[in-house]
């Protein structure tokens, strides 16, 4: 089955979902969903890894066309910067059904 959709889900500490949603519009979202989150990983983990665990954190859902994915992913990788180890994590589920989506508008010139 090929999907039409994605749904792109972003976790990130407090304060970061401007900045998924920025970079994540450079490459046609046209929108978001954050919800406040709080993460559970304790002290054991920030030893394990060597990282400063922020324990506020918010989830951004994204729905995508699924040609539109892997440039969300790859910017929200480099932009918000999830190549640093604690930042945050993105992953993509597919969507087979979606209602309440208008038709993007043409762009204007």
Known sequence: MKYKHEAIFCIVNS?????VMEAAKKFGARGGTVI???????KDAEKFF???V????????????TECKDDILHA????VGLDSPGQG?????????????????P???
Do not use: C, H
């Not at 918010?58 to 995508?64: C, N």
């Open 15 to 19: 304060g970061y979902s401007e900045a």
């Open 76 to 79: 929200l990788y480099k932009e």
């Open 89 to 105: 994590i993105a992953f993509s589920l597919p969507v087979d059904s979606v209602v309440g989506i208008a038709p993007a508008e």
């Open 107 to 109: 762009q204007k010139k």
């Open 36 to 42: 406040n989150a709080r993460g559970t990983a304790g």
């Open 50 to 52: 060597n990282i400063t």
């Open 54 to 65: 922020e324990p506020e954190k918010e989830i951004v859902m994204i729905l995508v066309p």
